[in-house]
């Protein structure tokens, strides 16, 4: 089955404490329907110093967030559109955004 959402894609917040943030999905998790987006749901993480080169401190990272709460962006029109799933001319399955009936490359 053919994914909505996929590494490398463009997508925004729409709902949630980062709403309307921008950014480029680094992982995705599809058995939990979770994704990692860079610069989105940006955690503190305290870690304890391990060794000579491993310097204690406060790390920020980013946490996943629910696939539901996001939404691709269509290159076109550079707004959040959802995704159809079309069959082409030559048998291969790919991703359109309906706002605009683009085929979304990746």
Request: positive net charge.
């Amino acid at each position: 089955m053919a994914a909505r959402i996929r590494k490398g894609d463009r997508v925004v917040v729409i709902t949630g404490a980062d709403r309307g943030k921008r950014g480029e999905v680094l992982r995705v998790i599809p058995k939990e329907d979770r994704a990692v987006v860079q610069g989105v749901n940006v955690a503190k993480k305290h870690t304890k110093a391990s060794g000579m080169g491993q310097p204690g401190g406060i790390i920020e990272k980013e946490a996943t967030i629910h696939l539901s709460n996001i939404m691709l962006i269509d290159p076109e029109t550079d707004k959040p559109t959802r995704i159809a799933h079309r069959v082409l001319d030559n048998g291969s399955k790919a991703r359109v955004a309906r706002a605009s009936g683009r085929v979304i490359e990746g």
